[in-house]
């Protein structure tokens, strides 16, 4: 298909066609933000080459070359953490990072709550239409290589089209910000997934996965069980070195347990695969 827009980065034909800038900030931040938290599926190379502006100030966009991708238990702990920022609670913003173990759980959390504050204030002190979180999450992102944080790839990706989005709405309408703008956003979607009518429709739906699982569980179970009646199922040398050793002493209650470990390791494994 073609696009019959105007580039984005040329203000003058967009007001010349009446439409408002601001207004195509706000829906350039409002498709953002669908991309990444409603869709988890998101443009990665968003400069202005790729960005048209069409009638009423929808946007366009071209060249899907690269896109990222964000599942379901990112986009919550993003979200979050985002939220954390954008209030300036630095201890939930560290918090996030432990709990969905990005940051090692032998880490300080009083630590890094520090280390959030010292990167965020600086640039959320700055003028509402001043402020990156693009750039916020780039800082973040080097100085948790002390805390050994885990590379994630999809958030590095996301926070350089961030940086670029920023860039571009700025241009456009220098006096708003994209992430004050997309923030009521945020907190919507928030409430929608975090609250507790979303985790217990998680839970039923976890149950209901689960359930469905089941039958090929028990199969599972019966060929683990039959293999181990038939003398077919190959035990660990240390496990065997442990029988060994332990042949003066009573073996029924050991192999009882190991039969039993055995096959409730074989139930969890896929019951939750």
Known sequence: GRIDGI????????????????????????????????????H?????????????GAIGAVDFGIMGRVDKRTRRSLGEMLLAFLTRDYRRAAEVHFEAGWVPREKSVDAFT????????????????????????G?????????????QPQLLLLQKTMLTAEGVS????????????????????????????????????????????LPRVMEDLEIGARRLAEGRL?????????????????????VLWIVVAILAAVFVYNLMN
């Open 7 to 42: 580039p984005i980065n040329d203000v003058e034909a967009i007001v010349n066609a009446g439409i408002e800038p601001r207004t195509v900030v706000e829906n350039a931040a409002r498709a953002f933000f669908n991309q990444v938290f409603r869709d988890g599926f998101f």
């Open 44 to 56: 990665g190379d968003l400069h202005p080459g790729n960005l048209f502006v069409l009638e009423g």
């Open 114 to 137: 520090q280390a959030c504050r010292s990167i965020a204030e600086p640039i959320l002190d700055k003028p509402q239409h001043e402020i990156s979180i693009g750039r916020l999450l």
């Open 139 to 151: 800082q973040l992102f080097q100085v948790t290589e002390t805390f050994a944080m885990e590379t």
């Open 170 to 213: 700025r241009r456009l309408y220098p006096d708003t910000n994209m992430w004050v703008l997309a923030r009521p956003l945020i907190e919507d979607w928030m409430r929608a997934n975090l609250g507790p009518e979303a985790r217990l429709a998680d839970t039923f739906q976890g149950l209901a996965q689960a359930a469905e699982r």
């Open 234 to 254: 190959t035990l660990d040398p240390e496990t065997v070195r442990l029988l060994r050793d332990g042949e003066d002493k009573p073996r029924t209650p050991v």
